[in-house]
């Protein structure tokens, strides 16, 4: 019986392992999906840009600010990096309930370089432990919307709005702000929101050459 218990326990064991496995390194198919990319930010440490190209990687979305009101450090680095590889490249700021939208504006103003080879800016929208504040629908779109505004302002191009599953359950973005989505979930296509994503994150697990730890792998629409 224990030899029968410890054969079993030994194969979940590697069934697990393979799993593991097979998720840190799953993209979707190239087919379906041509153009795929990365975020990055800080929090991934060196970048080797010209071995992510290598890997795949068409685009770079580089966080400039994240949610607890910082700057992102390594973005001026990551900036250079992508367009030095080839890569297309954007930058990213994480939106906070907890600031005034146009203190996180003049964040990204101070961060981004104008650019008119940069890809659209993304502004991402999910909770974060920095940040309890849960302000009622009507004064977050309100913020929202004066971020966007100053943001295009800016960069001269139209923002996509990267929302989470739970921000969209409470505040429905999708019907607020008339922005295009990019939308998360892991290995499935996500369908949370009130209109079509244009982008999707399929991956925030996968590990790629030239980056230490995991990165949120992201795919467009054809």
């Known amino acids: 019986m224990l030899v029968r218990i410890g054969a079993g326990l030994a194969v979940v064991a590697a069934l697990a392992l393979a799993l593991w496995l097979y998720a840190r390194a799953w993209a979707p198919d190239r087919d379906q999906y041509p153009v795929q990319g990365v975020s990055i930010s800080a929090d991934n440490g060196p970048v080797d840009w010209g071995t992510l190209a290598a890997q795949g990687a068409d685009f770079a979305y580089i966080r400039a600010g994240d949610a607890a009101d910082h700057r992102d450090p390594a973005f001026a680095a990551n900036w250079r990096g992508a367009r030095a590889a080839g890569l297309r490249y954007g930058a990213l700021i994480?939106?906070?309930?907890?600031?005034?939208?146009?203190?996180?504006?003049?964040?990204?103003?101070?961060?981004?370089?104008?650019d008119n080879a940069a890809l659209p800016p993304v502004i991402r929208l999910a909770f974060t432990p920095a940040c309890t504040a849960r302000p009622n629908r009507d004064l977050l779109l309100s913020e929202l919307n004066t971020l966007v505004n100053l943001v295009e302002g800016h960069a001269g191009?139209?923002?996509?709005?990267?929302?989470?599953?739970?921000?969209?359950?409470?505040?429905?973005?999708?019907?607020?702000?008339?922005?295009?989505?990019?939308?998360?979930?892991?290995?499935?296509?996500?369908?949370?929101?009130?209109?079509?994503?244009?982008?999707?994150?399929?991956?925030?697990?996968?590990?790629?050459?030239?980056?230490?730890?995991?990165?949120?792998?992201?795919v467009v629409t054809p």
């Not at 939106?95 to 996180?104: E, H, I, K, V």
């Not at 892991?186 to 991956?203: E, G, H, I, L, Q």
Request: aromatic share 14%.
């Open 157 to 218: 191009k139209t923002v996509l709005l990267n929302v989470s599953e739970d921000f969209d359950k409470a505040y429905d973005i999708g019907s607020g702000i008339n922005r295009t989505l990019w939308l998360d979930g892991n290995f499935f296509p996500p369908d949370y929101a009130t209109k079509p994503w244009v982008m999707w994150t399929a991956s925030d697990m996968r590990h790629i050459d030239g980056v230490d730890g995991p990165v949120r792998w992201n």
């Open 94 to 114: 994480e939106f906070t309930p907890c600031r005034l939208a146009s203190d996180q504006a003049t964040r990204f103003m101070t961060t981004v370089p104008r």
